[in-house]
């Protein structure tokens, strides 16, 4: 870096506007100014240890890293229109934290934001937590390992996403996903999965009522599942459990294997005997229609 700001104060609108090759320390972004946009169109940029209570910081930055700085419930969209951005070892409480975004790098941070990683492209999350009720809106090239998320409706229309070994607290997750694989991971939720494409789980336990509907390529490796009544309903699936389903209400299509099945519910206007294959050990209650 040409420049280094240190231990500095600002608080007017466009405070650093337009800055390259600058690495700035220790810096306090608040006062009674307001000013927005601290760090609008700029490039190559180092941030280590700042503050900020002040909206839209980055818009528009090409190549930044952004490191042991916190901003605040006050730091609104501070994330917009970037790319080639690392942030790490971060807290990031401000609402619509990446929107638009491309090549971004994060690891080790703690995200409390209602709308984040909306529409961003080439994703990469390492060891994060992460609370959030509208996380990854319609992002794609996803890469995620060890994330912790309690989030709502999360994952709508993702494309191209991989997730290992994380807790996924969540609801209406991957709704309209398409090439999405999960491996190694917790997902508890409701109505999980539905109108997906291509959606794939390796080796994890899903939790929660009505799960997988509608689905089309849909894959199950090795997976548990608990309190997961009306499963798979409508969908094309090919899906090996351990253990037992809660229920299973009227498969498109696919291969069903598990140890046991609380309910089996097939309406013969539904389902096609040669399309669908269901093999258990145990089914405690069998309704036919």
Known sequence: MEKIIYDKQFDEERALYGISDTKVQKCIFDGPKDGESAFKECSNVEVEDCFFNLRY?????????IKKSRMTEGC?????????????????????????????????????????????????????????????????????????????????????????????????????????????????GEYLGWYSENLRFVRCKIIGTQPLCYCK??????????????????????????????????????????DEIGELLIEKQYVNPEDTVIRCGKIERGDLR
């Open 57 to 65: 910081p980055f818009w528009h930055v090409h190549k930044g890293i």
């Open 76 to 188: 609104r969209a501070a994330l917009w229109y970037d790319d080639d951005i690392t942030a790490e070892d971060c807290t990031m409480h401000g609402i619509k934290a990446f929107r638009e975004c491309s090549d971004i790098k994060v690891r080790n941070c703690d995200i409390v934001s209602p709308e984040v990683f909306w529409r961003c492209s080439q994703i990469q999350v390492k060891h994060t937590k992460l609370e959030s009720e509208y996380p990854f809106f319609e992002s794609k090239k996803v890469t995620i390992d060890h994330l912790e998320m309690k989030g709502k409706y999360s994952f709508q229309y993702v494309e191209n996403m991989t997730i290992t070994d994380s807790v996924l607290d969540t609801k209406d997750a991957f709704w309209h996903g398409k090439n999405v694989t999960v491996v190694d991971s917790i997902v508890k």
């Open 217 to 258: 390529g849909l894959i199950l490796e090795d997976c548990t599942m608990e309190e997961t009544d009306l499963s798979f309903e409508r969908s094309e699936v090919n899906a090996k459990i351990m253990g037992r389903i809660e229920g299973v209400k009227n498969p498109l299509k696919g291969r069903i294997t598990a």
